[in-house]
C-alpha cells in the first residue's frame, strides 16, 4: 500500500507542478510572446527550480505547442457543445461566433497566444494549430453548412471552400481583440454578413 500510495503522490504532485507551469508559461507567452517568453520568469512564477521545468517540456517550442494543444482542444470542445444545444442551422451560425470570442473573452491570455500565432510568420505553429483546429472545421462543414444547404436553408456551396472563408473571417476579427479578449466588432452584426453570404432564408415575421 505505501508504494503505491508514494506513487499516487507523487504523479499528483507532478500533475499539479505542471499546472502551475502551464498558467504561469500562458501568462508570459501572452504578455512576452514567444521570442520573448523567458523559462526563468516562467519557473519563478511558478515557483519551480529553473531546470525542473525539463521534466514536462524539453525545450520552450515543446512547451508552446503543447499550451496550443490545449488552447485549441479546449477551445473547440467549448464552441462543439454550445453549437449543438440548438438545431436551427440559422442559430448555429449565430451561436459559432459567439462561443468562439466567448470563449476568448472567457480566457484572454489563451485568446493572445492563439491570435499571435495564428497571425505570427511561423510555420510550424501555424500548421499544428491548423491540425488541432480541424473539429472546429469538420463542426461547421457537417454539422452546420452541408445540412443546411441540403435543408435549402442556405445556397447550394462548396462546403469546403466556405468553410475555409469562414474561418479566415474568423482569424480576421480575432486581429481586432484587445488585451481584455474583447473585440470592438458587434458579433450580431457579423454573423447576419455570415448569413447574408451564406444565402440564409431567413424566418420573418408576419
Known sequence: MA???KNENRKQMMSETRERLVKAAVEEFAREGYEGANISRITQAAGVATGTIYNYFPSKNEMILAILSEIGTAHCAFIAEQIRQENDFVVRVERLLEAVFGFVRENPHQGRILFAMLQGANV??????????QP??????DEILIPGM???IFQSLDPVSTT????TFYLGIGSTVDENGETPLDLKEVAAFVLRALGAKLATSE
Open 3 to 5: 508504494p503505491r500510495y
Open 164 to 167: 475555409v472563408m469562414i474561418m
Open 136 to 141: 472546429m472545421f469538420q463542426l461547421i462543414s
Open 150 to 152: 441540403e435543408q435549402g
Open 124 to 133: 510550424t505553429f501555424k500548421e499544428h494549430l491548423n491540425q488541432i483546429y
